[in-house]
């Protein structure tokens, strides 16, 4: 775990991963030089729980230098991502680590998602095509493997890659391209096991979006058109309109189109 000024979540995100109900394990935390209360609460922890490794950066690395530090000082067999402001389930290290003891050829592993906003509220499962290979299918123009629900063997990092230290964004997606070129063997767990919070710097007002209108259309994106109808009251007469116009449209169109429009980014950059 990264951490960067995560002092409104961090509690709650390291409790949900000194409670997993698979015990033995190692909690390598970076402070990233954050400015906040971070980094005493991260002491507070690692005072009472031996099995916390506090590293803190002397100037702010960054996310992708702070992930290749800690894979390297890693001792265990497995690597498994976690972010400062979201929440594990508890049996998310026992479920994945499942995975691994029945299929030894599985290299990586990732799981569903509930989408959550900046107060731990609902939002709606997140979705992402049912198979493995239809997400590896696409990955070069989206990423659908949610990045702090990843566990992978460490020793892939080291016959592969590391994150790309160039990337300060997007290091993730990168680096499971690379993976997939290489033959990695992913499994999809289809189970929610983490709840996945929207950064609330996405959902502020923007062009006229106020952060319902943006939290609607991530419902509908993601399959969940009823939970969309939530926001409906907070939206003025032109969003509701637009709001029930993409509701009436198939999703298989809107995921297909949204595909397109990706694939074409890609090719122009």
């Avoid at 990264?2 to 949900?16: A, G, K, R, T």
């Avoid at 909690?27 to 954050?34: A, E, R």
């Avoid at 690597?79 to 599985?106: L, S, Y």
Wanted: glycine letters at 2%; aromatic letters at 14%.
């Amino acid at each position: 775990m990264s951490v960067y000024n995560n002092e409104d979540y961090l509690i709650e995100s390291i409790e949900s991963i000194l409670n997993q109900t698979y015990k033995n394990f190692e909690f390598i935390i970076t402070n990233d030089c954050s400015n906040d209360n971070s980094l005493n609460i991260i002491k507070s922890y690692a005072e009472i729980d031996e099995r916390i490794i506090l590293i803190d950066n002397p100037q702010n690395f960054g996310l992708t230098k702070s992930l290749n530090n800690m894979i390297r000082k890693a001792t265990g067999d497995l690597i498994a991502r976690m972010d400062g402001d979201d929440i594990a389930f508890p049996n998310r290290f026992a479920d994945q680590i499942t995975v691994f003891k029945e299929c030894e050829k599985v290299d990586f592993v990732f799981s569903d998602t509930i989408l959550i906003d900046y107060k731990g509220n609902e939002i709606c499962q997140s979705w992402r095509p049912e198979g493995i290979k239809d997400i590896i299918k696409v990955m070069n123009y989206v990423n659908y493997i949610p990045h702090p629900t990843v566990m992978v063997k460490k020793k892939i990092f080291d016959d592969v890659s590391y994150y790309n230290d160039k990337y300060k964004t997007g290091q993730d997606h990168e680096l499971w391209t690379k993976f997939i070129k290489s033959k990695v063997e992913f499994y999809y767990l289809k189970k929610p096991l983490l709840f996945y919070r929207i950064n609330p710097k996405s959902v502020r007002v923007n062009s006229g979006e106020n952060k319902y209108f943006k939290l609607a259309n991530i419902c509908i994106f993601n399959k969940s058109k009823v939970k969309a109808l939530n926001y409906f009251k907070y939206l003025n007469t032109k969003q509701r309109v637009l709001l029930l116009f993409k509701m009436s449209i198939p999703f298989k169109f809107l995921y297909y189109k949204g595909l397109m429009q990706k694939k074409r980014r890609r090719v122009a950059s």
